[in-house]
């Protein structure tokens, strides 16, 4: 059974870096067919893709945050990570990793979730 | 990145069906089969009920069935039962962001 498990800061200062990290175990990142996405939900909001990344490397971003998102993998650690820059109190959300089927287009394992929150 | 479009709430009694629509275009809903729908309990992540339309994951109830018609596609729930009462997103893949993914806004069933 594939799990995911995001870590990182839960506390940030506007204009900081936000850097969160998905754990992946149960199966290996570099598995073909699938992609490995960061999605956020603000408080009482809906949700929201942040963006993307294939095993090859290729990364797809939300264009509303592309000048701000990084996307990485970390292929000896099964690991994938997200860093968003220049955050304000709109980045407050819990932000999920989660596995995409790219045969099919859709997310079949979420991490549980980690609240991020940006004070000014 | 424009969301597909789903009315904002939903409700019905125990035992009735209920149905909620996801709205897009000809670059997203219209244009593929790659609709998804997941649902979401307060403080939990999203879960997937239906994927490319009209397709169950294995231990999703057959109560939950997904359907197209032209720009709308439909997750209709029979036999409505408390535990459905959550929050209910569609995605489906686009042409019309780099991003090729899509959220609806999001609906919530309100069970009577």
């Known amino acids: 059974q594939l799990q995911l498990q995001e870590s990182g800061s839960g506390l940030l200062m506007s204009s900081q870096t936000l850097s969160l990290t998905c754990s992946v175990s149960?199966?290996?990142?570099?598995?073909?067919?699938?992609?490995w996405s960061w999605i956020r939900q603000p408080p009482g909001k809906g949700l929201e893709w942040i963006g993307f990344?294939?095993?090859?490397?290729?990364?797809y971003y939300n264009p509303s945050l592309k000048s701000r998102v990084t996307i990485s993998l970390d292929r000896s650690k099964n690991q994938f990570s997200l860093k968003l820059s220049s955050v304000t109190a709109a980045d407050t959300a819990v932000y999920y990793c989660?596995?995409?089927?790219?045969?099919?287009?859709?997310?079949?394992?979420w991490g549980q979730g980690t609240l991020v929150t940006v004070s000014s | 990145q424009s969301a597909l479009t789903q009315p904002a709430s939903v409700s019905g009694s125990p035992g009735q069906s209920i149905t909620i629509s996801c709205t897009g275009t000809?670059?997203?809903?219209?244009?593929?089969?790659?609709v998804s729908w997941y649902q979401q309990h307060p403080g939990k992540a999203p879960k997937v009920m239906i994927y490319?339309?009209?397709n169950r994951p294995s231990g999703v109830s057959n109560r939950f069935s997904g359907s197209k018609s032209g720009n709308t596609a439909s997750l209709t729930i029979s036999g409505l039962q408390a535990e459905d009462e959550a929050y209910y997103y569609c995605?489906?893949?686009?042409?019309?962001?780099?991003?090729?993914?899509?959220f609806g806004g999001g609906t919530k069933l309100t069970v009577l």
């Open positions: 995605t489906s893949y686009t042409t019309s962001s780099t991003l090729n993914w899509v």
């Open positions: 989660a596995r995409g089927d790219g045969s099919s287009w859709l997310i079949d394992y």
């Open positions: 990344i294939y095993q090859s490397g290729n990364t």
């Open positions: 000809s670059s997203d809903v219209g244009g593929y089969n790659y």
């Open positions: 149960g199966g290996s990142i570099t598995s073909g067919g699938y992609s």
């Open positions: 490319e339309v009209s």
